[in-house]
């Protein structure tokens, strides 16, 4: 399986950014995709996961009503559109898939990484 994101940069404080996951190597079907991003300094924290199946979403409360998780089926695109950035947003965002029950919340649930995109967020 291999994820390759794309779609980071820099913003300035209330911009938005879409950032792109190409999922390849499997069927995704029973997976659930994740993004996850982390500082410098911090742990990695989940953002935003959807179940590629049901799409059923679920948002950290840190970024929910500001960033969207989607996907396109055809393309094993999974997106996450980010508006209203803020300078403490910045952080390498990551990919991730999980063939785990439901939509996991935990980074050791997921089973494979993207190398990350680079975000960040000019005050």
């Known amino acids: 399986v291999q994820l390759v994101e794309s779609g980071g940069g820099l913003v300035q404080a209330g911009g938005s950014l879409r950032l792109s996951c190409a999922a390849s190597?499997?069927?995704?079907?029973?997976?659930?995709m994740g993004w996850f991003r982390q500082a410098p300094g911090k742990e990695r924290e989940f953002l935003a996961g959807i179940r590629w199946s049901t799409s059923r979403t679920s948002y950290a409360d840190s970024v929910k009503g500001r960033f969207t998780i989607s996907r396109d089926n055809a393309k094993s695109t999974v997106f996450l559109q980010m508006n209203s950035l803020k300078p403490e947003d910045t952080a390498l965002y990551y990919c991730?898939?999980?063939?785990?029950?439901?939509?996991?919340?935990?980074?050791?649930?997921?089973?494979?990484w993207g190398q990350g995109t680079q975000v960040t967020v000019s005050s």
């Open positions: 991730a898939a999980s063939n785990s029950i439901g939509v996991p919340w935990v980074a050791s649930r997921y089973n494979y």
């Open positions: 190597g499997d069927t995704f079907s029973s997976y659930s």
